[in-house]
């Protein structure tokens, strides 16, 4: 037992330390150099000695490639193609993408000529770039620089030494930023407003701290889930995986090879519970994998980035189809096949370890799709620990089983025995998983302003996987894998309540078809705005643009309700389907306020980028998502969402800040409290 303990300090050991320096693999500086009329600007990547970094000509559909992109030239003119000057290239073939790739490894130099057109020049931009190592890979990531000087446009002597200077990594601000030393933002619309924006960007920090003697209202973790969500998800989900037909006629056969290993009861129920631990220690350390792959800040903007949503979109669809029977996903047997010879070579807690091992290995096929799942889940509900806090609720339900039976063997002759009913939990299984999926689809669908898969369309779909479902659990529809059913043989009573939960369900959401908030399902549903058919009232009227929606509220003479919202934002949708349609709650929203909706993680690129200063390094502003997030950390001191505030049109708070609580007394106090401050 004190064997198995010690594997899982030294894995959280390991781990730590492997995530620790696996932040940065690939550090890069650059210089400048004018030699007459050139400007040359060298870029120098340091690589660690496990990573490469991957070369300029990468094919299409591959990793991500090393690209150089100049945004702003000023006097200068690009002069031929970026080019390696130092450095050794490597080329292989890659199993993974099935291609030939290139990339470099420890050091590599790049150099980029110009030809300077006038004085003072600059030039600005960003490398991207993507490291790997034979077990991870970083996200694709920027490096930005900025180089700028003066040069004399006349000739030279020849003779004349050039001239060379370093740059800094960070590049300084070169553009004209937020200015908050005015009070004033810059407004998306070139056109002039009749009303003044004079302190908007204000700092407020310390004037929300003040009311209500600086509690913030609601739950201000912003997180999606809490991690007793993510526990019981898991531990709900390895439940789950014990009824599948690869793990459930397990569970006799490993229980009866302990009770005939040794003729000590108290010897075979202390095996069982090192076989139970040794599971749990395997699915942590899968968790704990997942968080060292990624790292921290990449499971922090997993929820809303496109590219792994539609990633875990595309996985979820091929688990479902593995469930209904289109292909079976399988390791490789030589795994299992090697993991069973260490069983039986090794001796002791070993042993049972490479039982263990063994297992999991061979119950993939079933239970792959449900970790991929809930690992998908974790991963995107925006804390590191979540992988592991769900692998460890997962391991803990697949391995009670196996302790309790050891302890009670007598429970073994209640136990179901294997048939047809296994196969259906996996087609059930299947429509689950097609579901969820869709979720991931819609969080790149807002993200992006695709508006492929609207409200409706997202109901549509769900309606008819739950009626499928119902209609599968009721014998209407067969799968090939199916067997043939006996036409003696009656429906359950289980079947029959599950399929009446299915078509429940369905006929539940069908009024969600024109406009209904159908609460049950809005934190996976995409959110009312993007509903292009409703009966009977219509919604709050909403801004999108800050300016614009302070300039309204000066004109009306009304507060404003600024909303930090969300498109990946689960608790966001919960917020607006259970407390925003209280019909208290959005009369006083339409009638009293001005609301304003500021989506965090918009991804519509600003006509400009901007360049402000925050804890005293540049950061710049690409998209409007960027904008809205750093105006709710400049001037509200927070980064959560949902996120509320009220303010007079001055932007002045008339509350404190409010957080994801369904509590609608509270939300109608609050809002009722800033109505109260705003007439005084």
């Not at 700028?148 to 030279?156: I, V």
């Not at 924006?197 to 204000?202: D, H, I, N, R």
């Not at 519970?273 to 792959?293: E, F």
């Not at 001055?650 to 994801?660: R, T």
Request: charged share 20%.
């Amino acid at each position: 037992m004190k064997r198995i303990f010690s594997l899982i300090l030294l894995l959280l050991t390991i781990c730590t330390m492997v995530s620790a320096q696996m932040v940065d693999p690939v550090k890069w500086n650059h210089k400048s150099q004018v030699n007459g009329q050139e400007l040359t600007v060298t870029f120098t990547a340091n690589i660690d000695p496990t990573f490469h970094l991957y070369a300029m000509d990468i094919p299409e559909g591959g990793p991500q490639k090393t690209e150089f992109t100049f945004e702003t030239l000023e006097g200068l003119k690009v002069k031929g193609p970026t080019k390696v000057t130092n450095g050794k290239l490597i080329k292989t073939h890659d199993q993974a993408f099935d291609m030939d790739l290139s990339f470099y490894e420890n050091t590599v130099t790049f150099q980029q000529r110009f030809n300077i057109t006038g004085s003072p020049y600059k030039v600005e931009g960003f490398v991207f770039f993507m490291s790997c190592n034979d077990g991870m890979c970083t996200p694709p990531t920027r490096y930005e620089f900025t180089v700028a000087g003066e040069a004399e446009l006349a000739a030279k002597d020849k003779d004349e030494k050039p001239v060379v200077t370093e740059e800094t990594p960070t590049a300084p601000v070169t553009e004209t930023p937020i200015d908050a030393g005015t009070d004033t933002a810059p407004v998306a619309d070139a056109a002039p407003v009749a009303v003044s924006t004079e302190g908007l960007w204000t700092p407020v920090i310390d004037k929300l701290e003040a009311f209500a003697g600086g509690a913030t209202t609601g739950d201000s973790s912003g997180r999606a889930h809490s991690w007793w969500y993510i526990l019981i998800a898991g531990f709900i989900a390895g439940l789950v995986a014990l009824i599948t037909p690869c793990v459930w006629p397990m569970i006799p056969m490993t229980v009866s090879f302990f009770l005939k290993r040794t003729k000590d009861r108290n010897k075979s129920i202390k095996d069982a519970v090192t076989y139970g631990i040794s599971i749990i220690v395997i699915y942590v350390g899968l968790g704990l994998l997942i968080t060292v792959l990624f790292g921290a800040s990449a499971l922090n903007s997993l929820a809303t980035n496109a590219v792994f949503n539609i990633i875990f979109f595309l996985l979820l669809v091929v688990f479902a189809l593995s469930f209904f029977g289109a292909f079976e996903l399988t390791l490789p047997e030589s795994w299992t096949t090697k993991l069973d010879a260490k069983a039986d070579a090794t001796t002791g807690l070993l042993s049972i370890f490479f039982m263990a091992f063994t297992l999991c290995l061979v119950s993939f096929s079933c239970t792959g799709p449900i970790i991929g799942t809930l690992l998908v889940e974790a991963a995107t509900s925006g804390s590191m620990l979540y992988p592991a806090i769900g692998m460890f609720g997962f391991a803990l339900a697949l391995s009670l089983p196996f302790t309790l039976f050891a302890m009670f063997p007598s429970m073994l002759q209640s136990m179901p025995s294997s048939g047809g009913w296994l196969n259906m939990v996996k087609v059930v299984l299947g429509f689950c998983e097609l579901a969820l999926a869709l979720k991931f689809l819609s969080v790149a669908d807002l993200a992006y302003g695709w508006r492929i898969l609207d409200r409706e369309t997202f109901l549509c779909l769900w309606i008819v996987i739950f009626a499928l479902c119902g209609a599968y659990l009721l014998g209407w529809i067969r799968l090939p894998h199916d067997d043939d059913p006996d036409p003696s043989e009656r429906v359950s009573v289980t079947q029959l309540m599950l399929a009446l939960v299915c078509f429940s369900f369905s006929m539940y959401m069908v009024p969600g078809l024109w406009g209904a908030p159908c609460k049950a399902i809005s934190a996976f549903a995409p959110p009312m705005s993007t509903q292009d058919f409703k009966l009977g009232e219509d919604a709050i009227t909403t801004y999108h643009s800050y300016e614009e929606g302070m300039e309204a509220a000066q004109r009306a003479g009304k507060p404003v309700l600024v909303d930090f919202s969300g498109y990946g934002c689960v608790n966001c949708r919960k917020m607006e389907a259970a407390v925003w349609t209280n019909p208290q709650v959005k009369d006083i929203i339409d009638n009293d306020y001005i609301l304003i909706e500021l989506m965090v993680d918009d991804k519509t690129a600003l006509p400009e980028i901007e360049i402000v200063k925050e804890n005293g390094k540049d950061v710049k502003l690409r998209t409007i998502g960027d904008k809205w997030s750093y105006l709710q950390r400049y001037k509200f001191g927070a980064n959560a969402q949902p996120f509320y505030v009220l303010l007079d049109g001055k932007g002045n708070p008339l509350n404190g800040s409010y957080s994801y609580d369904e509590d609608i007394d509270a939300y109608v106090n609050f809002l009722k409290t800033g109505l109260k401050n705003f007439k005084q």
